[in-house]
């Protein structure tokens, strides 16, 4: 067996695991041999069984969804801007989220139209959603019209920061019941994923990872420069595009479904380029995927353990990585 076989065989196995002890542990730990008694169908008490198939199951496959997600969309992020501490947010599609929650939470009663029927329905992913999508059409628009992929990537900064100066202004002015839910919104949440919400969240995420499986020969020629890759044949802007497209349906989902979890695609590529210690992105994107799933799994672990928001846990795990990964190796590409 190879080296990359075996690794990918271990991370699935330790992924798995981490998948069954999720579904184990929290407020109330249940063993294993009831856990596996419900799943398969076995004898296990009605109110375990719900615990551990409505609740717990339901936050571990959000869990790995999001994981892979933003893992996958990190590494077209800093695969295509060629730097290193490019991330799944880095277009706005966070920004544009919370902008969109921000004025459906705190916009919407200043404006006296909180009780409006289009607004009632839009609800808190769709405004989400609809953020990241408006993103999206500004970025797709800029992409046509500019070249050069670090002007993209400046003013995809600047637009985040103009977006995070109006939420700001919009938290001023929010009354308290109104602001707190925007805040714990912001601190992301697996457990807000219900079963009929995961079914809407499924095939999106799995739309924009199969967009990012099918970039994965561009991506390779364009770890040389987009010059390069042009000589190569590659149309550069098809690329940008289909990049865009996989990481706003990746990471702009995640966002409206689970709040802007921070850090996991930002920190996962850097770890799996230093475990498998490959530049191939036919061994990084799945090696990503699997990594990221393994590591929400285990945010969401010590966040139940714990008792605190997800994004605290994925702060604190992937700050030291990204650090470490920089002191260690300032030429990444």
Same mark, same amino acid.
Request: with cysteine; glycine share 10%; hydrophobic share 60%.
């Given at each position: 067996?190879?080296?990359?076989?075996?690794?990918?065989?271990? +991370?699935?196995?330790?992924?798995?695991? +981490?998948?069954?002890?999720?579904?184990?542990?929290?407020?109330?730990?249940?063993?294993?041999?009831?856990?596996?008694?419900?799943?398969?169908?076995?004898?296990?008490?009605?109110?375990?069984?719900?615990?551990?198939?409505?609740?717990?199951?339901?936050?571990?496959?959000?869990?790995?969804?999001?994981?892979?997600?933003?893992?996958?969309?990190?590494?077209?992020?800093?695969?295509?801007?060629?730097?290193?501490?490019?991330? #799944?947010?880095?277009?706005? *599609?966070?920004?544009?989220?919370?902008?969109?929650?921000?004025?459906?939470?705190?916009?919407?009663?200043?404006?006296?139209?909180?009780?409006?029927?289009?607004?009632?329905?839009?609800?808190?992913?769709?405004?989400?959603?609809?953020?990241? /999508?408006?993103?999206?059409?500004?970025?797709?628009?800029?992409?046509?019209?500019?070249?050069?992929?670090?002007?993209?990537?400046?003013?995809?900064?600047?637009f985040?920061?103009?977006?995070?100066?109006?939420v700001?202004?919009?938290?001023?002015?929010?009354?308290?019941a109104?602001?707190?839910?925007?805040?714990?919104?912001?601190?992301?949440?697996?457990?807000?994923?219900?079963?009929?919400? +995961?079914?809407?969240?499924? #095939?999106?995420?799995?739309?924009?990872?199969?967009?990012? *499986?099918?970039?994965?020969?561009?991506?390779?020629?364009?770890?040389?420069?987009?010059?390069?890759?042009?000589?190569?044949?590659?149309?550069?802007?098809?690329?940008?595009?289909?990049?865009?497209?996989?990481?706003?349906?990746?990471?702009?989902?995640?966002?409206?479904?689970?709040?802007?979890?921070? @850090?996991?695609g +930002?920190?996962? #590529?850097?770890?799996?380029?230093?475990?498998?210690?490959? /530049?191939?992105?036919?061994?990084?994107?799945?090696?990503?995927m699997?990594?990221?799933?393994?590591l929400?799994?285990?945010?969401?672990?010590?966040?139940?353990?714990?008792?605190? #928001?997800?994004?605290?846990?994925?702060?604190?795990?992937?700050?030291?990585?990204?650090?470490?990964?920089?002191?260690?190796?300032?030429?990444? @590409?």
């Open positions: 067996m190879t080296r990359p076989a075996l690794l990918f065989t271990l +991370l699935t196995l330790l992924t798995a695991a +981490l998948f069954i002890g999720d579904l184990a542990v929290g407020s109330v730990d249940i063993p294993l041999g009831k856990v596996w008694a419900a799943l398969s169908g076995g004898e296990c008490d009605p109110a375990l069984r719900t615990i551990i198939l409505k609740i717990r199951l339901l936050k571990a496959v959000t869990a790995l969804l999001a994981g892979a997600a933003l893992a996958a969309s990190g590494l077209e992020m800093q695969t295509l801007f060629r730097n290193p501490l490019a991330g #799944p947010y880095v277009l706005g *599609v966070s920004s544009g989220a919370s902008l969109g929650v921000a004025l459906f939470l705190l916009g919407a009663p200043l404006l006296g139209i909180a009780g409006h029927s289009f607004v009632q329905s839009l609800g808190i992913i769709g405004a989400a959603w609809l953020g990241s /999508a408006l993103v999206l059409a500004v970025v797709m628009a800029v992409s046509h019209r500019i070249k050069d992929i670090m002007v993209i990537l400046i003013l995809g900064m600047m985040s920061s103009g977006v995070g100066s109006v700001e202004i919009l938290q001023y002015l929010s009354d308290e109104a602001l707190k839910a925007f805040v714990i919104w912001t601190m992301g949440s697996l457990g807000d994923v219900t079963g009929s919400r +995961l079914m809407l969240m499924l #095939p999106v995420v799995a739309a924009g990872l199969v967009l990012a *499986v099918a970039v994965i020969k561009p991506l390779n020629l364009l770890l040389l420069g987009e010059n390069y890759a042009r000589t190569m044949g590659l149309n550069v802007q098809r690329t940008r595009t289909r990049v865009f497209l996989s990481t706003v349906l990746l990471a702009g989902t995640v966002t409206a479904f689970c709040g802007p979890v921070g @850090f996991i +930002l920190a996962v #590529p850097h770890l799996a380029r230093m475990i498998f210690t490959s /530049a191939d992105h036919r061994i990084l994107m799945p090696a990503s699997l990594a990221g799933a393994a929400l799994l285990i945010c969401d672990l010590l966040a139940k353990t714990l008792a605190l #928001p997800i994004n605290t846990i994925t702060a604190l795990m992937g700050i030291p990585v990204v650090i470490f990964v920089v002191i260690r190796n300032r030429n990444l @590409f």
